[in-house]
């Protein structure tokens, strides 16, 4: 079992950045695959980006290519995205994801373990 919390939400004005953490629980949750997915208003949870269980490799959705970076630290159990230039259509509820699998997994219906959520807010 994985327990994951999220923080690092808030407003933030075009153009500006953002650092997410999820703390995740558990000795074995660097066997898992993390990602970061989000959700706007009245739309379907998206993938945003992924890390491999070494951090190694990382995934990002076109989206947000060049703009977010992905990453862990395995010694503190948590991973983080930092967003940078932020712009208004990246306003969402930010989840953070774990699955117990090998390679990039951009379907949320895959992911065993959830966080609660973090509310980012871009304003223009």
């Known amino acids: 079992q994985v327990q994951l919390v999220e923080s690092g939400g808030g407003l933030v004005q075009v153009g500006g950045s953002l650092r997410l953490s999820c703390a995740a629980s558990?000795?074995?949750?660097?066997?898992?695959?993390m990602a970061w997915f989000r959700q706007a208003p009245g739309k379907e949870r998206e993938f945003v980006a992924a890390v491999s269980r070494s951090g190694g490799d990382r995934w990002y959705a076109d989206a947000v290519k060049g703009r977010f970076t992905v990453s862990r630290d395995n010694a503190k159990n948590t991973v983080y995205i930092q967003m940078n230039s932020l712009k208004p259509e990246d306003t969402a509820v930010y989840y953070c994801a774990a699955v117990l699998a090998v390679g990039v997994h951009r379907t949320p219906e895959v992911y065993d373990y959830w966080g609660q959520g973090t509310q980012v807010t871009v304003s223009s």
């Open positions: 558990g000795p074995t949750s660097s066997r898992y695959v």
